[in-house]
């Protein structure tokens, strides 16, 4: 089966501008998260959706950023105004509902904010 | 959320055998230990999860003492291609909301 892709795979923006990363989990998988890492810190959890929902919003960090999973497919993640700070990679992972064992992630997308 | 305690690194030779220790002192009684890999510019990778005990796959085993306060990682006669960085999580199996990654553990094999 194919696993789960994102892109772009590397993003350059400046700061104040716009950038939406994509997420296209595996077919069939419900369950749907954001990670990221920043400035060589932790990888950290940012959300998750269960199909189109948004189960758990806990990590993200502030209103700049915008997650949407119309028709529970793929997922994107916005940031609007991007800051230095955001800059990092940006991973998504997909599960299926239950009883899978582990996330498959993607690649990631590398986000740098000039 | 559990928090989890590794080696920042550890190095090893082909052929060795390597085990990874986790320490996870307030794991909770339904968190389960999930043991990912990672390689530069890829995402991590799932390699083994268990309760307590032992579990063991084509790739890795994984210790589990009685108290459940650690674990172990162990892979045989690893090759250069194990390189990679190792993270040691604990969550629910059913609620895999969110994980704590931590540091890892970056494994270095030498020839």
């Known amino acids: 089966e194919a696993g789960v892709t994102q892109f772009p795979s590397h993003s350059v923006i400046e700061k104040g501008q716009t950038v939406t990363l994509r997420c296209d989990p595996i077919s069939g998988h419900d369950n749907l998260y954001w990670y990221r890492r920043v400035m060589g810190k932790e990888i950290k959890f940012l959300l998750h959706f269960v199909k189109e929902s948004k189960q758990d919003e806990s990590g993200m960090p502030n209103n700049r950023f915008l997650a949407e999973r119309t028709g529970g497919t793929y997922s994107t993640l916005k940031v609007q105004p991007a800051e230095l700070e955001d800059s990092g990679v940006y991973f998504c992972a997909s599960s299926r509902a239950t009883g899978d064992k582990g996330y498959t992630f993607g690649s990631g997308t590398r986000l740098t904010v000039v | 959320l559990a928090k989890t305690t590794q080696p920042i690194s550890m190095d090893s030779y082909e052929g060795q055998e390597v085990n990874i220790t986790c320490s996870h002192n307030n794991i909770a009684t339904n968190d389960y230990i999930t043991w990912y890999q990672q390689f530069p510019s890829q995402g991590p990778r799932f390699i083994i999860q268990g309760y307590k005990t032992k579990v063991t796959n084509e790739v890795a085993s994984l210790f589990i003492p009685a108290d459940r306060k650690s674990s172990t990682l162990s892979l045989p006669r690893v090759s250069l291609s194990d390189t990679a960085v190792y993270y040691c999580?604990?969550?629910?199996?059913?609620?895999?909301?969110?994980?704590?990654f931590g540091s890892g553990t970056k494994l270095n094999v030498k020839p």
């Open positions: 999580l604990v969550g629910a199996e059913y609620n895999f909301n969110k994980f704590y």
